[in-house]
């Protein structure tokens, strides 16, 4: 009897790389950095995003397995470094759901026109939080249908955004000034913190790649769905900073509101269009969540078998799902939830969101070293997928992006300036990160000891 063949297809891949990497919610943090996003999404489009992709397409094909950036990094470093890199690749994605539990009750309050009480609203988003749990603990092959559906919806969201700002510009004039000289960068403080964000919406490639047991070829598949995804995504990112920059002054833009702020104030009121891309807005950040969960957790799961997490993050269910890494993810997640009201700070999402972006993108400071010392002391692993050029331009591809990340992570947590109000919205972020490293490297140290 003849293998029944896996069920994720290419199609599948190629919308998975939408869903994971095409973060529709962060597209209003990065308007915020004004009409000179188009100059820095062009920028870290091709020093930044194109390296990661082919670099996450050669790793993805070479060492293909569930550890994904896990294995990577372990194999050019050591298990201490793989698992430093697993706790803080695993730790954002709770801080991540908290963020997104605050906005999907945001949205629902402005779409419904609704008042929610302190208790009610916690309440709703600890729904959010364990619904997302139990659907991230399902294999892919049964909850891809959540993931295609999502794509869809962003790219509709995504798509009417841009026709509308197209309208709007043509008939009414756009809320920005779109002159040359403020599409060049603006090399101020403010401006620049936000880079992180861009960067941030580049990421999540190696999902697909940790996706390679479940596909039919995936040594073929990997490569495809990330050039094919990543042609899409850097499309519908530039339409909506269009979209978004039509409608809404850049000082006027908020960084949990200002997707659906975009809509009502280019419809020009709330109507059933509005209530229902508000809808599809709320489905897309969970269903974000779920396909994210498909990654993070394989990798803490690996990471746990391999003793460099504790021994919970590898438990499993009959099907060989990680739920308790899932269950952690509900744990911390909540914990958030419940204390968040209790923070000194305006916008709950934004401060969640910012510590969630700086600890993912500390994990991928360690992917392009990993890779250049792969490419050295591993030259004769097959590579069904390699990044061309000589060791001029796989230094490039390497430390390029690498000096990008370190950057935008400084700008991002270090106040610059010593302004009151930068001080008051980075040392959160600073003190989320030290205390955030400072628990992993417990974690990662109590993990090796046990398993001595």
């Known amino acids: 009897m003849k293998n029944e063949k896996k069920k994720f297809r290419l199609f599948d891949a190629v919308l998975m790389a939408v869903v994971v990497v095409l973060v529709v919610e962060s597209a209003a943090p990065a308007a915020a950095i004004g009409t000179s996003q188009f100059f820095w999404w062009i920028f870290l489009l091709i020093l930044f995003f194109i390296p990661y992709g082919l670099i996450s397409s050669e790793l993805g094909t070479a060492y293909a397995g569930d550890g994904g950036l896990y294995d990577w990094v372990k194999k050019a470093y050591g ?4 698992g430093r890199l697993a706790w803080f690749y695993w730790i954002n994605y709770p ?46 092959s049964e909850s891809k249908w959540i993931m295609n559906l999502a794509a869809f919806a962003k790219i509709f969201t995504i798509v009417a955004l841009a026709v509308l700002g197209i309208y709007v510009a043509t008939t009414r004039g756009v809320a920005n000034d779109f002159s040359f000289k403020n599409l060049l960068p603006q090399m101020n403080v403010s401006s620049l913190s936000n880079l992180s964000v861009i960067i941030f919406n580049f990421l999540g490639f190696e999902v697909v790649a940790t996706m390679a047991d479940d596909m039919d070829d995936p040594k073929k598949q990997i490569p495809k769905a990330i050039i094919y995804g990543g042609i899409l995504i850097a499309f519908f990112y530039l339409i909506a900073a269009f979209g978004m920059s039509a409608a809404i002054p850049t000082n006027k833009l908020s960084a949990s509101s200002g997707l659906l702020d975009s809509f009502i104030l280019l419809v020009g009121h709330m109507n059933w269009f509005v209530i229902i891309i508000g809808i599809m807005f709320m489905y897309i950040l969970a269903s974000e969540m779920v396909s994210w969960a498909l990654g993070v957790n394989y990798v803490a799961d690996y990471a746990a078998k391999d003793n460099n ?29 419940v204390i968040a009201p209790i923070i000194p700070n305006q916008d709950i999402f934004w401060a969640f969101f910012s510590l969630n972006v700086v600890a993912l993108l500390i994990s991928y400071t360690m992917m392009f070293p990993a890779f250049w010392k792969l490419r050295r002391d591993d030259p004769e692993h097959e590579r069904p997928f390699k990044v061309p050029g000589n060791g001029l331009i796989i230094n490039l591809m390497t430390w390029v992006p690498e000096i990008l990340l370190i950057s935008t992570i400084i700008l991002t947590i270090v106040p610059m300036n010593g302004s009151k109000e930068e001080i008051s919205t980075k040392m959160p972020i600073l003190v989320g990160t030290l205390l955030t490293a400072a628990i992993g490297e417990v974690v990662v140290r109590f993990a090796e000891r046990k398993h001595q």
């Open 79 to 82: 298990p201490r470094w793989g």
């Open 95 to 140: 801080i991540w759901m908290a963020s997104l539990a605050v906005l999907f009750v945001q949205v629902g309050e402005t779409i419904f026109k609704l008042e929610l009480g302190t208790f009610a609203n916690i309440l709703i988003q600890l729904i959010f939080v364990w619904l997302v749990v139990f659907i991230g603990n399902k294999p892919v």
């Open 309 to 337: 997490l504790p021994k919970i993050f590898g438990k499993e269910d009959k099907n060989g799902m990680p739920v308790g890494t899932g269950l952690l993810n509900g744990i911390v997640a909540t914990v958030l939830v």
